[in-house]
């Protein structure tokens, strides 16, 4: 079954540091996706991302985020000056069809630890 | 009021046991309706689709009233690997497809 992988499983950085957590989605998907969820809270939608520009993001995603597809394969976040809040887990999702229906397909996380 | 809103639990249910789970949500422009689950520590996983007629897929069976915005779960004969946080997810009209907007989730432990 094709999966959504990322890289790495769980880093732990300094506040002031800068984060880039990376995801290879699904080969034939177009559209990619960013959402995190904080220890014990609900999963949260930070951005979505299609042809090579973020078609949505939200009140959280803001200029600390960026999002980039830097070749055919991969799909980063890049979070430029850490804080405390940020500590989380990121989820990278990947959607095919777009169409009703369609099945976003998450990839497992990268738990990010902010001290 | 929260955007998808549910009832945390958790349930304890054993083996064998139906249980239902409720989920309500504020946007009546909402389009897409969904449970997902999600094991400790996982990623969310979509378990069904909810549409308006309902639906069914083996134990489980989703519903959704538009009318009183509120979409249903419910499982029959629970087994033990059940247990998991149950995620109502819906798509709110005007957004991208692939926007969804989780509830807190329910937690179920089904035990022997």
């Known amino acids: 079954e094709p999966e959504v992988t990322q890289t790495p499983s769980h880093q732990v950085t300094q506040m002031g540091q800068e984060v880039i957590l990376r995801c290879v989605p699904i080969?034939?998907?177009?559209?990619f996706y960013w959402y995190r969820q904080i220890l014990g809270q609900k999963v949260e939608f930070l951005v979505s991302f299609y042809n090579n520009e973020i078609s949505e993001k939200s009140e959280i995603f803001d200029d600390q985020f960026s999002v980039e597809r830097p070749d055919g394969s991969n799909f980063t976040l890049k979070i430029r000056s850490t804080k405390l809040e940020d500590s989380a887990m990121y989820f990278c999702a990947s959607l095919g069809d777009r169409g009703l229906g369609g099945e976003l397909f998450f990839g497992e996380g990268s738990r990010l630890t902010v001290l | 009021r929260k955007e998808v809103e549910q009832d945390p639990g958790p349930f304890n249910v054993p083996e064998g046991a139906t249980v239902a789970f409720n989920c309500t949500y504020s946007n009546s422009a909402s389009q897409s309706f969904f449970w997902y689950r999600q094991d400790c520590r996982k990623e969310p996983k979509l378990l069904m689709s909810?549409?308006?007629s309902g639906n069914e897929d083996g134990r489980f069976t989703a519903q959704l009233n538009r009318a009183s915005q509120y979409i249903s779960l419910l499982i029959r004969d629970s087994k033990l690997s059940d247990s998991a946080t149950y995620l109502c997810v819906v798509i709110a009209g005007g957004t991208s497809y692939g926007k969804l907007t989780f509830g807190q989730g329910t937690i179920l432990t089904v035990h022997p």
């Open positions: 080969s034939n998907h177009l559209y």
């Open positions: 909810v549409y308006s």
